[in-house]
């Protein structure tokens, strides 16, 4: 069995760029949630995808999007970059669409510079 | 909106050493789910609760979900070095955002000088 994966396991942007993150999920899980961790905080949910659509979205401006795919495989892309969007971004995978335990991956360290 | 709130924000163990902390809210969880975290790393699941006054134990680890449902503790027993690391609390958010996870801000064990 497959963990969760991401990549690119960190990533140094320019602000006002655009930057896409990849997470494939834990083998047999169809839902992923993706999550944004400032240094010392906890993650903050960013949205969630279920069957190929969005299930769910925290607090976050709609230049954070993102997509699945049918191998339930995410990505999410952020537009317009600020300095602020720099952090640990993190994916889970779990088993449904609702709220049950979630599986992270190793994160994508974001730099804006 | 939904907070939770862990105590202490740090604490200093030494090798042997039982480890307490908990996570408190204003409001019901229905779920508390722990997670440890490894600098450079995402957070690995530890115990999910899922009943009031369920106590659950994953190797020298024992979780317990409160009766008032509005907290949650764990328990590290015999503590060894690698038991460094922060732990954060983690509940569904109360009519939230489908797979919305609320996180505390943890707390963050490290080895006593």
């Known amino acids: 069995e497959t963990g969760v994966t991401q990549s690119p396991t960190h990533l140094i942007k320019t602000r006002g760029q655009q930057v896409t993150l990849r997470c494939s999920s834990q083998s047999g899980h169809n839902t992923v949630s993706w999550y944004q961790q400032a240094l010392g905080q906890g993650p903050q949910f960013i949205f969630q995808?279920?069957?190929?659509?969005?299930?769910g979205r925290g607090n976050f401006p709609p230049r954070f999007s993102g997509l699945q795919f049918p191998n339930y495989s995410s990505e999410l892309n952020v537009n317009a970059l600020e300095l602020d969007d720099s952090a640990l971004y993190l994916c889970?995978?779990?088993?449904?669409?609702?709220?049950?335990?979630?599986?992270f991956g190793q994160g994508t360290r974001l730099t804006v510079v | 909106g939904q907070q939770l709130n862990q105590s202490p924000q740090s604490m200093f163990i030494q090798e042997g050493e039982d480890v307490s902390m908990n996570c408190t809210s204003s409001s019901i969880f229905n779920t508390w789910l722990w997670y440890k975290q490894d600098p450079g790393e995402g957070p690995v699941l530890l115990i999910a609760?899922?009943?009031?006054?369920e106590l659950t134990s994953n190797g020298r680890l024992t979780a317990q979900f409160g009766i008032t449902r509005k907290d949650s503790f764990l328990n590290i027993s015999a503590s060894i070095p690698s038991d460094v690391g922060i732990y954060f609390c983690?509940?569904?958010?109360?009519?939230?955002?489908?797979?919305?996870?609320?996180f505390g801000k943890g707390t963050k064990l490290s080895v006593k000088p």
């Open positions: 995808y279920y069957r190929e659509e969005e299930n």
């Open positions: 983690a509940g569904p958010a109360y009519g939230g955002s489908q797979g919305n996870l609320i």
């Open positions: 889970a995978s779990s088993l449904s669409g609702g709220n049950t335990e979630a599986f």
């Open positions: 609760l899922y009943k009031a006054g």
